[in-house]
């Protein structure tokens, strides 16, 4: 069992930079690919990124590569989301999520811990 919980949203203007935090209890989070997701209101949610166990190997949304790094900490067992360059587009509740193995995946189908969330606002 892993239980996240993520930390770091908040209010930006357009440009500005937020980091968000998402930190695990159990066993299992450092042999676990681990991933951001966002969900605006009245869309689906969508994949932003994801990290393998190692922290070697990490995979980005294109709407988000270039502004945003995702990184892990095992020892920890933190894993965190550098956002920069935010657009109001980015506005979402941003949710991490642990998947079933080691390899850095997009598919939410994948990843069976979420957090509860976390509400990011970029004001134009």
């Known amino acids: 069992q892993v239980q996240l919980v993520e930390s770091g949203g908040g209010l930006v203007q357009a440009g500005g930079s937020l980091r968000l935090s998402c930190a695990a209890s159990g066993r299992t989070f450092s042999t676990s690919a681990m991933g951001w997701f966002r969900q605006a209101p009245g869309k689906e949610r969508e994949f932003v990124a994801t990290?393998?166990?190692?922290?070697?190997?990490?995979y980005y949304a294109d709407s988000v590569k270039g502004r945003f790094t995702i990184s892990r900490d095992n020892a920890k067992k933190t894993m965190y989301l550098q956002m920069s360059s935010l657009k109001p587009e980015d506005t979402a509740v941003y949710y991490c999520?642990?998947?079933?193995?080691?390899?850095?995946?997009?598919?939410?189908?994948?990843?069976?811990?979420w957090g509860q969330g976390t509400q990011v606002t970029v004001s134009s």
């Open positions: 990290i393998n166990w190692s922290g070697t190997g990490t």
């Open positions: 999520a642990a998947a079933r193995f080691g390899n850095a995946n997009v598919k939410r189908d994948e990843y069976d811990y």
